[in-house]
């Protein structure tokens, strides 16, 4: 249990704010899922990979806690006690034992339930950023326990680059390739998936399959991150999610198209969708997917962006 700071206490001490925090938004590279298990979780295999779409959060010295927002999903996301910012700063007050005072402001571009995992990015730039405000001097570590019980990505947000992910995605090993970067070109959707839903419908298009599937592991995946190369790495994608979205949302079908005449290396959807991600070679060719997304008007915006990109972090 971390303690408060009193004023003689040597090592971080609260600070007088703002404290801003930028947080990426996660692909799965690889998203292999078990079958349901009986807590209710399906068990996982993946290997996450941030990207550059980021979150901002600010906190502020307040006498009460209080969230505010501009950008993607303003109007159409509570900011009440259901949101992942607020559960996020009132489990790390409740675990380090002092007041959830604070004056949050989210600037949101990661869209809402889009497979990115834009809830799970704001909860851990919360406790990033109320860890410091706080003067809390908690590890990452210490941080990704709080920030399990909210949400199965939050560890890996915390830490970002690319990682392997296990148990329901909770528990987060880094993956200690070299250096690459990938350029990637998001499809955004207009409208989200549901990721329980994705979930369900997986689970009733497995149903009519005996024995299941085995829960497959990413060593194709780890090796191609290996060899640095994009055919082989867009080669190694795949999401066992895919065949539930797509069966929920059939237009997939045509972004997925669009994006490999636009001359992709390949192409997913990215999580529990409705987000479609695709490989390129360089930034010119995302550049060039990008306009052919946007020019067969599939999506409601196809933009670029670079991986991996470190987790949250204070600015
Ligand atoms: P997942 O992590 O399950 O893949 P996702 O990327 O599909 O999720 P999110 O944007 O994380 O979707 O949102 C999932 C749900 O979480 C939303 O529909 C919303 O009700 C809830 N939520 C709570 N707080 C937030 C937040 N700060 N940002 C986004 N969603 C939030």
Not at 127 to 138: E, K, P, T
Request: hydrophobic share 45%; aromatic share 4%.
């Amino acid at each position: 249990m971390t303690e408060a700071w009193g004023p003689d206490d040597e090592g971080p001490r609260p600070h007088p704010g703002p404290v801003r925090v930028r947080v990426p938004a996660k692909i799965n590279l690889h998203l292999g899922v078990g079958p349901l298990r009986p807590d209710g979780y399906h068990e996982l295999n993946t290997v996450y990979h941030a990207i550059g779409i980021f979150d901002e959060l600010t906190a502020r010295r307040g006498d009460t806690l209080t969230l505010t927002m501009e950008g993607v999903g303003t109007g159409e996301l509570a900011l009440d006690e259901t949101n992942l910012i607020i559960r996020a700063a009132r489990a790390l007050a409740a675990h380090a034992r002092v007041p959830a005072y604070a004056r949050l402001h989210l600037r949101k571009s990661i869209p809402l339930a889009g497979g990115l995992a834009g809830g799970s990015a704001d909860a851990a730039a919360a406790l990033i950023a109320c860890d410091m405000l706080w003067g809390l001097g908690m590890s990452r570590d210490q941080l990704a326990e709080v920030g399990a019980q909210l949400g199965s990505d939050v560890p890996f947000l915390l830490h970002g680059g690319t990682a392997l992910g296990t148990g329901h995605g909770e528990a987060v090993s880094p993956i200690l390739a070299r250096p690459t970067a990938w350029h990637w070109v998001v499809a955004i959707a207009d409208g989200g998936l549901s990721t329980p839903a994705v979930y369900r419908e997986l689970d009733t298009l497995r149903d009519s399959s005996w024995p299941p599937p085995p829960l497959e592991g990413p060593d194709q995946l780890m090796a191609a991150l290996r060899q640095r190369d994009p055919e082989v790495l867009g080669a190694a994608l795949g999401n066992d999610l895919q065949a539930a979205a797509l069966s929920l949302r059939p237009q997939l079908a045509d972004v997925l198209k669009a994006g490999h005449e636009a001359g992709a290396i390949a192409g997913l959807v990215s999580g529990s969708g409705p987000t479609c991600v695709f490989l390129a070679a360089d930034a010119g060719h995302a550049q060039e997917i990008a306009a052919g997304l946007n020019a067969a008007g599939v999506c409601l915006e196809a933009v670029t962006a670079r991986g991996p990109q470190p987790g949250a972090r204070v600015t």
